[in-house]
DNA sequence: CTGAAAGCGCTAACAA
DNA sequence: TTGTTAGCGCTTTCAG
């Protein structure tokens, strides 16, 4: 029923390696034999079954993409930087949530590697022991996108967090703010955490003593941000460091909501400068991260150890760059 | 070097019969066996090979998923409900971004079905005949995903978006509104259409003059949006209706910079629901589209297909409702 | 430039 | 309950 090489090869009058060949662009192929077995693809409708390829010539040009939350907006926008190199180079894609919980992870990890994916990118806040050991004996190249592994034993493709942290909070403090807030996301993610240390530094650096109660851990949701800026009312800060463009929002409502003006009297810097930063009002500044880009570059760092090649930075740090809008006061 | 199953066999003293048994939970095995193949299969560290499988048994245990962008937050949210399922299920999912061209979404159709995909959910504003008729010699089955095909051929979940639009706008006129405007994405989708015309008839239905003047079509960005309300301003409308929440954000601020209040001067009904719905100030009422459910839905109906079991309803309409919020005045 | 033939790793009758 | 044996559809030497 369906129409195999065998088929063409016998209506064409060659062999099923000639059929190969012309299927596969090999040259070695005479012209007149190509057009002929081409008329004849053509004609009986064949479509070369890529799972017998995947096992006869032990690759399946897909790669598996372990991923979070695909609903979430920033692995979303990271996904298709992923995607559309893996299709610039011929890959398909097996995506799949994780909800960055460790077992699924593993058991993902485990699935893919059974479906023959010739790569894989992994997304996650936190790599724990158990995962980074599976990683290591993949027989498949891995590499982390936007996600950090301390050890720095699988490649990855990142900005430097602590870096734009850093700046931020020197913007703020710039902007002569002493009470300075973090609204942050959870510290079990490794980013989060860098962020705090940058949050530190930075205070320190300025000789303004660290607050532990300006600094407050949310779920990366609106809501909790609206509640953190009620939570931290009493400590009377003048300015967030906030950790995404949702709680920002979140953060907005909030300090409107007791009536302060942004950034006459409040002033907020974000991390992360998706669309909302320019739909929200006043329009956040915000630490610009690429997102796409940092999908795109893992995918074609992937291709590079699907192919053997050489590689030159098995760590790659992206370029940041703080996008000033109407959340702060600037120069 | 990989360990196979024959390697397994002949370490525990068995048939590759029997192995295979085991690892497909066949109850035709002692147990002394199973437990001898199990701890060889742990021993040797061995991992079934999917693509053989697949090969073997004609089932790949994934299905393919042609989405428009999956950096758009709808598709993201069907794409999040499709996964859900397919996990459930035991189904991969080959996921691939179409950007609603036409060739791109004929070419993945085509590999997907080379990949020997289980089934496809396939999503997209508008089908052309052409890739109807790819659809309908499909081996494998298909299901749409909030998406219409008008000759109901291939299986489909979508929610009514004629009444839904019909109903915003209802309550708009039973406001009191007679400069109701149109803020639309594209016309060649037919969601996009059916929302048209809706949204004359129910002018029609209530007296209203039709003006051709406040319908406006644009691109789904919230930039259009703003733009979209000032050409719009000489035609002074007192309501909007708005294809999605991004674009009724748009209107917001477009409306709120020519010195009008919401809802005491303008009343905006918004279509989606999303997060942004509750972001915004005020808040949007909006019309809920079961996104997430859309796709799970989908995908259980996929599998019913790939079962071959009954199905009793190749078109599903899953319910909808209106949640409303500050940007209408409410009874 | 072309063909023959041996697998790739597994499933699924069919026997035993 | 277990083993034998064909394939599944294709790639890939190796000859010629």
Known sequence: MTVTIYDVAREANVSMATVSRVVNGNQNVKPATRKKVLKVIEELGYRPNAVARGLASKKTTTVGVIIPDISNSMYAELARGIEDIATMYRYNIILSNSDQNENKEL???????????????????????????????????????????????????????????????????????????????????????????????????????????????CDNSYDEAIEAVNTLAPQKPTAYFVSNDEMSIGVIHGVEANGKKIPEDVEIISYENSKLARMARPMLTSVALPLYDIGAVSMRLLTKYMNGEEIEEKQVILPYRIEERASTKNA
Chains 1, 2 share one sequence.
Not at 160 to 171: L, P, S, V
């Open 107 to 217: 058991q993902l990890l485990e699935t893919m590697l059974g479906k023959q994916v010739d790569g894989i990118v992994f997304m996650s806040d936190v790599i724990s022991s158990e995962l980074l050991y599976e990683m290591k004996r993949s027989p498949t190249p891995i590499v982390l996108a936007g996600s950090i592994d301390d050890s720095n034993a699988i490649a990855s493709v990142n900005i430097d967090y602590y870096g734009a942290a850093y700046e931020a909070m020197k913007k703020l403090i710039d902007n002569g703010h002493t009470r300075i807030a973090f609204v942050s996301g959870l510290f079990s993610s490794k980013v989060n955490k860098d962020k705090l240390k940058a949050y530190r530094q930075a205070l320190e650096d300025a000789s303004i003593e660290v607050d532990e109660q300006l600094v407050i851990e």
